[in-house]
């Protein structure tokens, strides 16, 4: 690890296991005390509901509507995918609905920042791995 990488003053590769584990308590703190909302892109719409967690991106797909263009097989595979993502980040349950110009997708819970962050990744990924000016 650098030695330019400290925390309050300290080099991290000097730190005792106990003195990490306290700051990555501290960073997490941190973390949950900003506003989801300082961390959104302008093109994520994030709503929260009764039931969980909206997570959305729409997309100008070569002006033919996203909704028409993915197989059934497509659709597994991105949600395969999100699988994935949701088992790492610790939000199981989430389902990937394809709406005519954006993917949703719907978290059954409440997410945290990192899981936010997280999930607005993987929606920029997903948009590059769909977007159809790649198809050949």
């Not at 003053?9 to 949950?32: C, F, H, N, W, Y």
């Not at 989801?36 to 719409?45: A, K, L, T």
């Not at 995918?81 to 980040?89: I, P, S, V």
Request: aromatic share 8%; with cysteine.
């Amino acid at each position: 690890m650098s030695r330019d990488v400290a925390w309050k003053g300290r080099p991290i590769d000097e730190m005792s296991r106990a003195e990490l584990m306290e700051a990555l308590k501290t960073a997490v703190q941190l973390l949950q005390s900003v506003s989801p909302n300082s961390f959104i892109r302008p093109e994520i719409e994030v709503t929260e509901t009764p039931t969980g967690t909206v997570v959305a991106r729409t997309f100008k797909w070569a002006f033919i509507p996203a909704g028409h263009l993915w197989s059934d097989e497509d659709r597994r595979f991105v949600q395969t995918r999100l699988d994935a993502l949701a088992a790492r980040y610790g939000f199981p349950g989430a389902v990937v609905r394809f709406g005519i110009d954006r993917i949703e997708v719907d978290v059954p819970r409440r997410l945290q920042v990192e899981q936010l962050l997280a999930l607005q990744e993987w929606l920029a990924c997903e948009k590059d791995s769909l977007d159809i000016s790649q198809v050949p």
